[in-house]
């Protein structure tokens, strides 16, 4: 099956203690990005990658690093979580197709919730 | 750069009801337009899309939207509502020939009433 894995699902974490979340996805797409979102706030970019080794800031990197040694993966990396990094996390990817690309689907996981006391 | 903006937060319809929910995108060029749906613990996935050709455009679950270059809109309406469409809703627009980094309106939690 065609899907976007994330893990942990869930994870309650103390301030300073780095953690990682991993985004696997199976259909070999060239775009994945990281989102956060938070109520009201809506769906925020985080990071995005082109493809391998090419990776870029969303609108709020802050905090997160992100790398993509291999086309299929793409881990989020909190180095030293802090309470306002509390949130719903999303990992999502989809073909790059330089003739249409704007066009392309996004395909997500299903969320890694995050909590950081 | 892209901006979309979704009216209400929060959208509270009967079931039976008709939805809408509305979208507006800020571009000179029509962008592509996309609605995701998003069901409780769940990611999102796509309920429909306007890339080209014929302005209404037909999702699953009995959604459907309507570009309007004229009033820069892409609305989501279903004639009638179910329980099951309770969920969150985001608009979504992407550049043509340009970025290809999607912009999400701040999303619409669409309440069915029995």
């Known amino acids: 099956e065609a899907q976007v894995t994330q893990n942990p699902r869930y994870l309650i974490t103390v301030t300073g203690k780095k953690l990682t979340v991993t985004c696997s996805q199976n259909?070999?797409?060239?775009?994945m990005s990281w989102y956060r979102q938070d109520p009201g706030l809506g769906l925020r970019q985080i990071y995005y990658?082109?493809?391998?080794?090419?990776?870029d800031k969303g609108d709020v990197p802050e905090g997160y690093k992100v790398s993509r040694k291999e086309k299929r993966n793409f881990p989020l990396i909190l180095e030293s979580p802090s309470p306002n990094q509390t949130s719903l996390y999303f990992c999502?990817?989809?073909?790059?197709?330089?003739?249409?690309?704007?066009?392309?689907?996004?395909?997500f996981g299903a969320g890694s919730r995050l909590t950081v006391l | 750069a892209q901006s979309v903006t979704q009216l209400g937060s929060h959208v509270s319809v009967s079931e039976g009801a008709l939805v809408l929910l509305r979208c507006n995108y800020s571009?000179?060029?029509?962008?592509?337009l996309f609605w995701y749906v998003q069901y409780p613990n769940q990611g999102l996935q796509l309920l429909l899309k306007?890339?080209?050709?014929?302005?209404l455009v037909k999702g699953i679950n009995g959604f459907e939207a309507e570009f309007k270059k004229s009033e820069t809109s892409f609305h989501l309406t279903k004639p009638s509502a179910h329980m099951s469409d309770a969920a969150e809703y985001f608009c979504?627009?992407?550049?043509?020939?340009?970025?290809?980094?999607?912009?999400f309106g701040r999303g619409t939690s669409l309440i069915v009433h029995p």
């Open positions: 979504a627009v992407s550049d043509r020939g340009g970025s290809y980094i999607p912009t």
């Open positions: 990658s082109m493809n391998v080794e090419v990776t």
């Open positions: 306007y890339t080209t050709g014929a302005t």
């Open positions: 571009s000179s060029v029509p962008p592509y």
């Open positions: 259909m070999n797409h060239e775009y």
């Open positions: 999502a990817s989809s073909l790059w197709a330089l003739q249409s690309s704007g066009a392309n689907v996004l395909t």
